[in-house]
């Protein structure tokens, strides 16, 4: 057990709708990172959180946000979801800003789009 | 994008054998690199990194080793357990980043 906690651990929802995946990094830990992962793309970095604020974007379509609260735990929100989108989405934390490699990752949550 | 990218997407190992994981990079200033393990249904959990500043780095079972000459990095894993049967990634972060990037897995089966 990494620490993080993602929900929903799996989600089907259809093509068009908006869907929000919840992560709560371990204790301590101020970064949170989303990663996305599909069969063909492999482990993609979204964004970086950093103790509410934003540290690093990566290939995050302008349909997907996320944010970071006070209480450090943080949502990513996908809209105009579209059949490409289904994938695993993963949350990491780590207790520094990011010159760490050492990241703890969730489960993961399985959004499947129809 | 990401600069590291890994040699063959499967390995099958005997068990007790061990394991060589092989990941090359394209950017000179690469200089921190990371391994992970992912098994099944499971978030990748953290093995080993190594800075460009050590050609090795030893855990429990576990030896990376980094070429900067050719840019090449590997994982050794010593005395294959089924329990090794994983996908493995190296990443890496680039000076400046903050961002974790990583190369496309290796499918490691260890047969018993």
């Known amino acids: 057990d990494s620490g993080v906690t993602q929900t929903p651990k799996h989600l089907i929802t259809a093509t068009g709708q908006r869907v929000t995946l919840r992560c709560s990094p371990r204790s301590g830990d101020l970064s949170v990172y989303w990663y996305q992962q599909s069969l063909d793309q492999g482990l993609q970095f979204l964004i970086q959180y950093y103790n509410g604020e934003e540290r690093a974007k990566g290939n995050i379509l302008e349909r997907f946000s996320a944010q970071q609260f006070p209480d450090l735990h943080s949502e990513l929100n996908l809209s105009s979801l579209e059949l490409g989108d289904s994938a695993l989405y993963f949350c990491?934390?780590?207790?520094?800003?990011?010159?760490?490699?050492?990241?703890?990752f969730g489960e993961g949550s399985r959004l499947t789009v129809l | 994008g990401e600069s590291v990218g890994l040699h063959l997407p499967t390995l099958s190992v005997q068990e007790g054998d061990n394991s060589i994981i092989n990941c090359a990079y394209s950017n000179s200033a690469s200089d921190y690199f990371i391994w992970y393990k992912q098994e099944s249904g499971k978030g990748p959990q953290f093995i080993i990194d190594i800075r460009s500043n050590m050609d090795k780095r030893q855990g429990q079972r576990v030896t990376v080793l980094l070429n900067k000459t050719v840019k090449h990095l590997s994982l050794q894993i010593a005395a294959t357990q089924p329990g090794d049967s994983a996908v493995y990634f190296c990443a890496e972060i680039l000076p400046g980043d903050y961002k974790l990037s990583f190369g496309a897995g290796t499918t490691v089966t260890v047969r018993a």
């Open positions: 990491a934390s780590s207790v520094g800003n990011g010159n760490t490699g050492e990241l703890f």
